[in-house]
Nanobody, 121 residues
Framework: VQLQASGGGSVQAGGSLRLSCLASGRTSGINKMAWFRRAPGKEREFVAAIRWGTGSTDYVNSVKGRFTISRDSAKNTVYLQMNNLKPDDTAVYYC???????????????WGQGTLVTVSS
């Protein structure tokens, strides 16, 4: 499985961005996908995840109500709609996928390259 993330950029606080992650290869083996982020000088952090079959989701508290994760099964793509962005959201965002459907905040086998999101005040 290969993952290609896109959609990062620079916005002002309060703005919006939509990240996309296209999965290719043996995508039939994917049962959950997620977004993580790593801010400058910080460890990687879970942001949001979705089960491919049921569509159930999970979010880190800091993004609840502002970010929405969704998937398009026909396009093998997962999205992260980010609204009301804050400077603290500045980070490199990574998409990830895994064959298991358990523990949305758990481990992920497949990782894409990061896409940089910069939010200015």
């Amino acid at each position: 499985v290969q993952l290609q993330a896109s959609g990062g950029g620079s916005v002002q606080a309060g703005g919006s961005l939509r990240l996309s992650c296209l999965a290719s290869g043996r995508t039939s083996g994917i049962n959950k996908m997620a977004w993580f982020r790593r801010a400058p000088g910080k460890e990687r952090e879970f942001v949001a995840a979705i089960r491919w079959g049921t569509g159930s989701t999970d979010y880190v508290n800091s993004v609840k109500g502002r970010f929405t994760i969704s998937r398009d099964s026909a396009k093998n793509t997962v999205y992260l709609q980010m609204n009301n962005l804050k400077p603290d959201d500045t980070a490199v965002y990574y998409c990830a996928a895994d064959p298991t459907e358990y523990l949305l905040r758990g481990s992920y086998v497949y990782w894409g390259q990061g896409t940089l999101v910069t939010v200015s005040s």
